[in-house]
């Protein structure tokens, strides 16, 4: 059979239990148990491979034909690559290596100390029962009041949907109002998910390409000239994730006007990052530009801002016809969000605006490393980069590095190549920008203290230094 895989992966380590007969584990590396109990198999022999089984017996040896078949909605997606990239330096610096990791989007503080004791309190006064499944009332009260007094938008409790994190709240929002066929404009660089949840709601992403010059912010000539009557959503992230791009007012309006003009086509505002931004710049809700509310889904959580990754926590708010489509999918799915992580971020809500003190100390920390990196790397030859107003990435363009020769590396040929000689030569991981849909850059994470950037800076140069660029800046 010339698909067939014969092999003994093991599929289980511990005891098995069919009927009353219990079933001993094997050694690693094979699936154990008696014939007897395969006659009842009814299998389809088309696509398939055929796995080794042992008989507990150990005298007699059956073949079990099982489809590997996965279905195409998954078998379109791409696996992300800022966690390959992740895991690989995590793997590294497990065996030994000093890997500096900047791919991660991920804070290096702690979850502040209030927010973490409103945790503890909820475990130790026993709310650690299920919530109802669009979040507890009282946090949804409070991102209401919190949407009211920074973003200048009202919403009710009914209008707003807890979820495990905003990646579960972005990919609920496509999900619930896209159709096969249906379009979801994306301009590029993007977070890498953005066109993998389109490909699972087997919509068909449309990308729109920015550019460095223009601080990598979209055109609305190229937004109107691209709109078709297939466009059904187009997603948005102020501040940026690659890019920490803001989108600024006046651009926004722009944006809506020709929005407007296409009554079937909502917008998706990823505002996870609003509160990391660096005067003076300033973050506007499209929610709140005028007709806008009407037809945009805002997603925010608490991850980025408050330093809690962990406790995924993530929200959208919106017109409760598409809210409750969310709701709907989310009780079929997770349910609802962890009531301790609930109870967190109410106290996170309640540190005063913006986050209070506690946040701009942070926002502080990433503004002095930012301006710390800008300037090292202004200072390299053949590198072009737009000053990033929030988030805490910087978006580089290393393209004129690509052509070179690395010596017992071979060539350099694009983002991804430049990166694997990086973390090869210079132990630091960083990510291609091919993953975010701009193979000139290399996204690199400043969510880590300014000795570490330091070290990373230095590791860099030098790795770079045996590269010459391949063409003049």
Known sequence: MANSLHSSTSFISNPVNFGHSKIPAQIPGSVSFPSRYLHNFNLN??????????????????QVDVSLTLSPRVNAVKPSKTVAITDQATALAQAGVSVIRLAAGEP?????????????????????????????????????HKLKEENGLSYTPDQILVSNGAKQSILQAVLAVCSPGDEVIIPAPFWVSYPEMARIADATPVILPT???ENFLLDPKVLESTLTEK?????LCSPSNPTGSVYPKNLLDEIARIVAKHPRLLVLSDEIYEHIIYAPATHTSFASLPGMWERTLTVNGFSK????????????????????????????FTSGASSISQKAGVAAL???????????????????????????????????MSEPQGAFYLFIDFSSYYGSEAEGFGKIENSESLCRYLLDKAQVALVPGDAFGDDTCIRISYAASLTTLQAAVERINKGLLMLKPDVPV
């Open 305 to 332: 801002a408050f330093a809690m990754t962990g406790w995924r926590l993530g929200y959208i708010a919106g017109p409760k016809h598409f809210v409750a489509a969310c709701n709907k999918i989310q009780s079929q």
């Open 108 to 144: 290096d503080f702690d979850t502040p100390v209030l927010i973490a004791e409103a945790g503890i309190n909820a475990i130790r006064e026993g709310f650690t029962r299920y919530t109802p499944n669009a979040g507890t009332l009282e946090l949804r009260s409070a991102i209401c």
């Open 211 to 213: 550019h460095i010059s």
């Open 350 to 384: 309640g540190l005063g605006y913006a986050g209070g003190e506690v946040v701009s100390k942070m926002v502080k920390a990433f503004r002095e490393r930012r301006d710390f990196l800008v300037k090292s790397f202004g200072e390299l030859e053949g590198v072009k």
């Open 45 to 62: 022999k088309s696509d398939r491979r055929v796995l080794r089984v042992m008989a507990c017996s150990g005298v007699e040896e059956v």
């Open 231 to 235: 466009s059904r959503l187009l997603i």
